[in-house]
């Protein structure tokens, strides 16, 4: 594939189809987005299009930027700017009337090129938001960026056609289905017998329990330990709790539409709900997926209204801590030997607020806990976030690495741990690459399943 930004791709070109004209729609449906119904962020999109200082406080906390050396083009000002620039030529009046005074210039399909792969640059981990004097969200402008290149066709097909798509249609994002899973289910209880010496049965559709728990179902097939280790806590915990299969709509927590579409995060979330409601569920657990806390907690909250989702939705750190706090469940630090630390994933703690519950569970559970640095509303994005855990075509898993992946590598070294707690199923992807790429000598591990070690 040729170059149309630097030297990687995000979008194959089928997908990014970088000859074809595109820019009136590409102007259209950015029109659109400038409208009240565009129901997640608009307020907060529109100002960061109007006001940014340019002060470049932002740059000095992002990832990619710093990573890479200071790149300009990867320069959140200059990410936001490509789609400001579209913003002043064709939706203000100075624009329409003196584009040149105003820096404006018109839109090109090479210009579509290189905002597409720019915009596929960021992982959305909001951490400029946090040092910004003004409040602008870098991260949402690349968002809803994303968000006008799916409504004239531009998404990642593993995102999409491979994500999305096919959650909607087998319940899942793996195309597993009833057979497979109830086979791995059982895999799993003798897994569980022989790895922690406890007999676990795993409730499946069990209606109207107290606790549906829902795991990204790639955790499944990818991160098993993490299944595992939260079903011995739950028993532990002596709740009434179940799974779910395909045969009862969707069992897969992901909503990759968070990261490019809210209409497929919509489509998504709705699916979620019915196969909540049928099930007559009290709480819904998100398993260790920090996107999909996110949509479940957050943005549904936007999308449906409070009457229409009679359920609680938590996340498995949430209670977990809570079961520690209780004495509910013992726990022994001493069946945790060696030094663990944990990674906040974006998801979870910048846009979840879930920062003391990974360390409540973690400080109980293992002998010798100690913090990345810097660590909570600071931390390092590891760059498995907005689906690129999942984007390793071409040589992008090589951008994954060098850029996040080595301030994170780094940042792993300086602690000193032979453990990193993880409690994203995104995270777990990208660390399993940066562990192989920069052959550090620790392991990761979710957050449950250290819990489930320390058990008494
Ligand atoms: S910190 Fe905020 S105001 Fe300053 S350049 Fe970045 S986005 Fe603009
Ligand atoms: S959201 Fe993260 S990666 Fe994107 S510009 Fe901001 S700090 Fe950089």
Same mark, same amino acid.
């Given at each position: 594939m040729r170059k149309v930004f630097?030297?990687?791709?995000?979008?194959?070109?089928?997908?990014?189809?970088?000859?074809?004209p595109r820019v009136d729609k590409f102007v259209e449906a950015m029109g659109k987005?400038?409208?009240?119904?565009?129901?997640?962020?608009?307020?907060?999109?529109?100002?960061?299009?109007?006001?940014?200082?340019?002060?470049?406080?932002?740059?000095?906390?992002?990832?990619?930027?710093?990573?890479? *050396?200071?790149?300009? #083009?990867?320069h959140p000002v200059k990410r936001s700017e490509m789609l400001r620039s579209i913003y002043r030529r064709y939706f203000t009046l100075g624009g329409k009337l003196?584009?040149?005074?105003?820096?404006?210039?018109?839109?090109?399909?090479? *210009?579509?090129?290189?905002?597409a792969e720019s915009f596929y640059r960021c992982t959305v981990c909001r951490r400029c938001a946090y040092v910004c004097p003004v409040a602008i969200d870098n991260g949402l402008v690349v968002r809803e960026g994303r968000k006008i290149l799916d409504a004239i066709g531009i998404a990642p097909d593993e995102l999409k056609d491979s994500g999305t798509q096919i959650q909607l249609k087998a319940g899942n994002a793996t195309n597993m289905g009833t057979a497979a899973f109830l086979d791995i289910i059982e895999f799993m209880e003798e897994e569980i017998a022989d790895t922690w010496g406890r007999q676990v049965? #795993?409730?499946?559709?069990?209606? +109207?329990?107290?606790?549906?728990?829902?795991?990204n179902a790639g955790d499944y097939l990818a991160f098993p330990e993490t299944v595992m280790g939260a079903a011995v806590v739950l028993q532990a915990a002596g709740v009434d709790w179940t799974l779910n299969s395909p045969a009862t709509g969707i069992n897969d927590v992901v909503n990759y539409g968070v990261f490019f579409s809210d209409g497929e995060l919509e489509k998504v979330l709705r699916a979620q709900l019915k196969t909540a409601l049928d099930l007559g #569920?009290?709480?819904?657990?998100? +398993?260790?997926?920090?996107?999909?806390?996110?949509?479940?907690k957050y943005l549904m909250q936007r999308l449906i209204p409070a009457g229409e989702r009679p359920f609680e939705v938590k996340s498995i750190l949430e209670l977990?801590?809570?079961?520690?706090?209780? +004495?509910?469940i013992k726990v022994d630090p001493g069946k945790?030997?060696?030094?663990?630390?944990?990674?906040?994933?974006?998801?979870? *703690?910048?846009?979840?607020?879930?920062?003391?519950?990974?360390?409540? #569970?973690?400080?109980?559970?293992?002998?010798?806990?100690?913090?990345?640095?810097?660590?909570?509303?600071?931390?390092?994005?590891? *760059?498995?976030g907005s689906g690129f855990a999942i984007m390793a075509k071409g040589d992008f898993l090589k951008f994954r690495m060098e850029t996040y992946g080595q301030l994170k590598a780094q940042q792993l070294t300086d602690a000193g741990a032979q453990v990193v707690a993880l409690a994203c199923s995104n995270c777990k992807g990208q660390f399993r690459e940066i562990i192989n790429y920069y052959k550090l000598p620790l392991r990761f591990a979710g957050v449950s399943e250290l819990?489930?070690?320390?058990?008494v």
């Open positions: 630097d030297d990687y791709r995000a979008l194959a070109d089928n997908v990014l189809r970088p000859d074809e987005s400038l409208k009240k119904e565009n129901w997640t962020f608009w307020l907060p999109y529109v100002l960061s299009l109007d006001y940014c200082m340019k002060c470049g406080t932002c740059a000095e906390v992002c990832p990619v930027y710093q990573a890479s *050396g200071r790149r300009e #083009i990867y003196w584009p040149g005074l105003v820096g404006a210039k018109d839109l090109t399909e090479d *210009g579509i090129n290189a905002l049965k #795993i409730p499946v559709d069990k209606k +109207g329990a107290e606790f549906l728990l829902m795991h #569920i009290k709480t819904f657990v998100v +398993g260790e997926c920090g996107h999909a806390f996110e949509a479940l977990e801590a809570q079961w520690i706090r209780e +004495g509910r945790n030997r060696e030094i663990v630390t944990y990674h906040d994933s974006c998801k979870l *703690g910048r846009l979840g607020g879930l920062y003391e519950e990974p360390r409540t #569970i973690l400080q109980a559970a293992c002998q010798d806990f100690r913090e990345l640095v810097p660590n909570r509303e600071m931390s390092l994005c590891c *760059g498995g819990l489930a070690n320390a058990l």
